[in-house]
C-alpha cells in the first residue's frame, strides 16, 4: 500500500468516526496492519490525523482549482457543494464536525480554508468584478450548504433549487 492509499484509507475512517472514538488500534485492524507498523508511520494518533487531513486538503485545493475552471456555472456550483460528501473529503468538514480539538490543527484549519476561500475570490473577483464581501458571503454559503450535504445527504432536486436560487442571488 502506498502512503496515498495508506492515508486514503484513513481518512475514510476518519470521515465514518471522529476523532476521539476512533482508536489505533481500531485504525490498525482496519487497514490489516500491526499497531506497531501504524506507529512506523505515524508516531502519534495526532500526527496520523495532521497527515490526513494534509492529504485531504491538497486533494480539496485540486479539485477546487478543477470546479474553479468549469465553464459550465450550475455545475461548478452543484460540484462545490456536493464533492465533499461523495469524495469523503475530511477537510472540507472537519471543524464543522468538530473530529479534533487540538489547537493546532485548529489553527492549521483556519489557515488552509483562509486559501481556499482567497482561491475562490481571486477567480471569481476576476470573472465577475466581485468584491471582497461578495466573494465572503459566496464562499461562506457554498462552504455552509457543501458542510449541511454532508450531513443530510442532499437530494438532487432539493439542490436543484438551491442552485437556481445561488445564481440569481450571485450572478443575475
Known amino acids: 500500500m ?3 492509499e495508506l492515508l486514503r484509507t484513513i481518512e475514510i475512517l476518519f470521515w465514518e468516526q471522529s476523532f476521539s472514538d476512533l482508536s489505533m488500534d481500531a485504525i490498525a485492524k482496519k487497514l490489516d496492519m500491526k499497531k ?3 506507529y512506523y508511520h505515524f508516531p502519534s494518533k495526532e500526527s496520523m490525523f495532521l497527515a490526513v487531513l494534509e492529504y485531504s486538503y491538497e486533494t480539496y485545493k485540486k479539485k477546487y482549482q478543477s470546479i474553479l475552471g468549469m465553464d459550465n456555472l450550475q455545475e461548478s ?4 457543494i456536493t464533492f465533499p460528501y461523495r469524495e469523503k473529503n475530511l477537510f ?3 471543524s464543522q464536525k468538530w473530529y479534533c480539538q487540538i489547537q493546532e490543527i485548529e489553527i492549521w484549519m483556519r ?4 486559501t481556499i476561500q482567497n482561491q475562490v475570490c481571486i477567480v471569481y473577483s ?3 468584478n466581485w468584491n471582497t464581501v461578495r466573494n465572503m458571503l459566496f464562499f461562506s454559503l457554498i462552504d455552509g450548504l457543501a458542510k449541511r450535504c454532508c450531513r443530510e445527504q442532499c437530494e438532487q432536486k432539493d439542490l436543484e433549487l438551491v442552485l437556481s436560487e445561488i445564481i440569481e442571488l450571485f450572478f443575475v
Open 111 to 114: 489557515e488552509k480554508n483562509t
Open 77 to 80: 456550483i452543484q460540484e462545490m
Open 36 to 38: 506497531a507498523s501504524l
Open 92 to 94: 472540507s468538514i472537519v
Open 126 to 128: 476576476e470573472k465577475y
Open 2 to 4: 502506498t502512503r496515498n
